[in-house]
């Protein structure tokens, strides 16, 4: 499917240099996946939605909470104790109804992950713990799809981009070992509020750059809301990386 960049909310984009109808029009044929719906994945869906991607499948098990309201701006209080995708599906659909929003309320795992990675052009991993990002890094590799990872927790951010040649370059797992993934969650150490939207809308960004063919992936891309500071590192590929090393 291509649809033609025909209308009015899609002329921004085709008088932007480098963009065009060209790009246009394949980000209106992506298939983005984004897995989680909280600060980070309302950012960038929202933004994705907007910025007309043509396909989002939204996964999240997770249902609406008051703590959430402070930084997931998709949701409002009547929403609490719903299915997030649900709602954050509703909500999009309503604001941008040219484009496809596919919700699925699970956790996926295994060859259910696997498979819908493959069905994806670029997977964003907006979820909140490490076994969640390290299982997506994996389908990611394995179906050799390029991986968005962001995450925001107390005054700081991050974002990078990984693959898809993965037997070339790193994956986010060359970037931690076995003892990180006792690292912390936003539940425990607590976030401010607009760091997750601003590195929402980053992934957003990049996500279009990947489908579109447009721009160069960033590199990791680490901000520190406290003195509004960035700071950008290459990642290097480990070589004993248990996920790709032997790729
Ligand atoms: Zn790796």
Redesign the pocket.
């Known amino acids: 499917m291509c649809a033609a960049p025909t209308d009015d909310r899609d002329a921004r984009h085709v008088s932007l240099a480098s963009f065009g109808e060209d790009a246009t029009s394949r980000l209106r044929a992506a298939h983005v996946l984004i897995i989680g719906v909280g600060g980070t994945g309302c950012a960038a869906a929202a933004a994705l939605a907007a910025a007309g991607a043509g396909t989002l499948t939204l996964v999240d098990f997770d249902r609406v909470d008051a703590s959430n309201l402070a930084r997931q701006p998709l949701y409002t209080p009547a929403d609490i104790g719903r299915d997030k995708v649900a709602v954050a599906a509703t909500r999009l659909a309503t604001q941008h109804p040219g484009i496809s929003i596919k919700p699925r309320a699970e956790r996926l795992a295994g060859e259910a992950l696997q498979a819908a990675v493959h069905a994806a052009d670029v997977a964003l991993d907006c979820s909140d713990n490490f076994a969640s990002r390290f299982a997506l890094n994996k389908a990611c590799v394995d179906t050799g799809t390029a991986l968005v990872s962001g995450s925001a927790l107390r005054w700081e951010g991050q974002v990078a981009v990984f693959g898809p040649d993965y037997a070339n370059a ?2 986010y ?2 970037m931690y070992s076995d003892h990180d993934e006792a690292l912390d969650d936003c539940q425990g150490a607590g976030v401010l509020g607009p760091i997750p939207a601003t590195i929402g809308t980053l992934m957003a960004t990049e996500a279009i750059k990947r489908v579109t063919g447009t721009g160069t992936p960033a590199r990791l891309s680490l901000y520190d809301g406290s003195t509004g500071e960035w700071r950008q590192l290459g990642v290097s ?2 070589g004993d ?1 248990p ?3 032997a790729r």
């Open positions: 790193p994956c797992r060359c590929k480990n990386c996920v790709c090393a």
